[in-house]
């Protein structure tokens, strides 16, 4: 067990060991001059050069690297060839609104694929219909999900805001940075409800291709754990059918559904980058989508860095939240 | 919760998995399906002949609704010919989402053979480097890749392509283990058959109906996630016809003019949904053998 956690734990740092190496190759490939970034366009060959010695650019690339390495440890992510001003403190102020609406998305994913999947298993008569329009929603590229969405909601009933992240400025009132949870620290109940009309849409619009994938897991974990052995013999025993679905059906099947939800996870945020850049949210897919207009390359590759971090940690923590959950695992 | 059927006995399961089945398929949808698509991607391919205007010349007043005389779809905010446009987008999506499939499917196929008939610290080494590239979020790779090398068609072909051949690989390798571990296979290395003709004359035959089937599912999916790309601004630049930078430019117009925006990825959607058809089409027939 302690063996297998700490295993699991080198083979991350070993893979986001990689990333660095894969980011700093592809920013070499890219062309792009860090010095630029701190000097300015206009700034003269011979500042240039200076700031170019004073940064190690001179130095050669494994050096580089190293030193890349070191900053990125200290939460150095180099500036911005767009806003000359350190990625990271974009990226700070961006991160708690991608956190927010994918926490969002992720939570509708689960509940809708779980209704999905339910309605399906027990045969409910209007599963069809839902499958149906959940399949399709899945099939459509966010962007046009998220845009009729928009037509619809905001365009026709007016009933839901064109974008944005709140209506009462853009500093939460509290000090996660998470609107609903800062709103409802602070007793602003009218702050809170406004977030959550502002990210229904959006998060729907993420929401539904992962729903799709996560409902399919568990339709197949129920199906094969209600005909199972164990299954008939506790209906035998005289257990009523919700139990037999909860205590059997449902906890065997979380299994295969946890490692789905790491899995789309990492899908979702495709989705995020998209959505954010039509609803004008203001996380790191609204400032991936600006630093790609301006062929921003470490705007790009912070963005890359800090999706790719969250994503080999959260799945790490899937993998040992699994074995929590079956031991067996750590063995295999 | 009374309405839960209880199979008993494994008929009974196996008829009540088909009755529930995710997709209850005929021959009719998949036949539909793969016509569908073959239209599309005739289409595709006779877009320069029976598109009306050129993509990327105005072909008129700007944001005619559609159904206007001479413009079916419509006009964009700059007056170019949606119609026109969509055909050539629909074009590109195909030959991106052909070449990519077809470059994931050759390098995940040489690896997965390769690790998979050799093994030992072949298959260590090749395995590990796919596990590696699974345990990133594809998407973001591709994204950084495909901005490292500048947004342009081909950038975006490369970086997809790169995180596109790891799953391919894994299955292949799989596959290719399976068959290695067969009674004929095992005869086969005692007889001496050198280990270049067992590849050719037992493996790949055997693994090549499951990588046809996982790509043709994998179209669909493709398609979506180029489409996503190009909407970001990393597919070719401006005024070049891409399904979804139109629908990114168009985005101003969205509330006023919604065809600008909306038809582009009404186009994806088609072409997604015909894909996913023909996908499950082709899975039906080679798994019916």
């Known amino acids: 067990m302690i063996m297998f956690v700490i295993r699991r734990i080198a083979s991350m740092l070993a893979v986001l060991l990689a990333l660095t190496i894969a980011l700093f190759t592809l920013q070499e490939l890219s062309g792009v001059d860090p010095a630029r970034a701190y000097v300015g366009a206009n700034a003269s060959a011979d500042a240039l050069e200076r700031t170019r010695v004073q940064l190690g650019l001179d130095q050669p690339a494994i050096v580089r690297y190293v030193d890349y390495l070191g900053g990125l440890l200290q939460g150095d992510l180099q500036n911005s060839l767009r806003t000359r001003t350190p990625v990271a403190d974009g990226l700070s102020t961006a991160f708690p609104a991608t956190i927010e609406l994918a926490l969002w998305a992720l939570g509708l994913a689960l509940v809708l694929g779980s209704i999905f999947a339910v309605l399906t298993v027990v045969r409910w008569k209007g599963a069809g219909i839902v499958r149906v329009v959940l399949l399709s929603g899945a099939s459509a590229p966010t962007f046009l999900l998220t845009m009729l969405g928009l037509l619809f909601f905001y365009g026709q009933l007016g009933l839901l805001p064109s974008g944005g992240r709140s209506s009462f400025g853009s500093t939460s009132p509290g000090p996660t940075g998470l609107f609903v949870l800062d709103g409802l620290l602070a007793g602003r109940v009218d702050v809170a409800t406004d977030a959550i009309w502002h990210l229904i849409l959006p998060a729907a619009c993420v929401a539904i291709s992962p729903a799709v994938a996560i409902g399919r897991v568990l339709v197949d974990g129920l199906r094969i754990n209600l005909v199972s052995d164990h299954a008939r013999t506790a209906r035998a025993a005289g257990m009523p059918e919700g139990l037999v679905m909860l205590r059997h059906a449902v906890r065997n099947s979380l299994g295969a559904t946890l490692s789905m939800i790491g899995i789309q996870a990492g899908l979702l945020l495709g989705g995020l980058v998209v959505v954010e850049k039509i609803v004008s949210w203001p996380g790191v897919g609204s400032y991936l989508d600006k630093s790609v207009q301006a062929s921003d390359f470490p705007g790009i590759a912070g963005v890359a860095l800090l999706l790719g971090v969250t994503y080999v940690v959260l799945n790490t923590l899937v993998d040992l939240l699994q074995v929590a959950a079956d031991r067996r695992i750590a063995l295999s | ?289």
């Open chain 2, 1 to 289: 919760m009374s309405v839960i059927e209880r199979p008993t006995t494994g008929r009974a399961a196996t008829k009540w998995t088909r009755m529930t089945g995710w997709r209850s398929h005929t021959a009719g949808v998949d036949a539909a399906g793969l016509v569908a698509l073959a239209l599309l991607v005739l289409v595709a391919l006779l877009a320069p002949v029976i598109a009306p205007y050129s993509p990327i010349l105005r072909a008129g007043e700007a944001f005619l609704p559609p159904g206007s005389p001479g413009h079916l779809l419509g006009t964009d905010g700059v007056g170019y010919d949606i119609l026109s446009r969509m055909l050539f987008g629909l074009r590109s999506s195909i030959a991106s989402a052909a070449i990519v499939i077809t470059s994931g499917v050759i390098i995940g196929g040489i690896v997965g053979l390769l690790a998979g008939s050799i093994g030992g610290w072949v298959d260590n080494g090749l395995m590990r480097l796919t596990d590696l590239f699974l345990a990133f979020p594809g998407i973001v790779i591709a994204m950084t890749v495909a901005a490292a090398l500048g947004a342009s068609f081909s950038s975006a072909l490369i970086g997809v392509a790169v995180v596109w051949w790891p799953m391919y690989a894994r299955l292949v390798r799989g596959e290719v283990r399976s068959w290695a571990a067969r009674p004929h296979l095992e005869a086969a290395v005692l007889a001496g058959v050198p280990w270049s003709r067992r590849v050719r004359r037992h493996l790949l035959p055997g693994v090549t109906s499951t990588v046809v089937v996982t790509a043709s599912l994998d179209v669909g999916g493709l398609v979506v996630a180029m489409s996503g790309l190009s909407f970001i601004g990393l597919g070719s630049p401006a005024p070049a016809p891409e399904l979804g930078s139109m629908a990114a430019q168009g985005m101003e117009y969205l509330l006023q003019f919604w065809w600008i925006p909306i038809l582009p990825g009404l186009g994806v959607l088609l072409l997604a949904l015909v894909a996913n058809l023909a996908g499950d089409a082709v899975r039906d027939l080679l798994s019916r053998r």
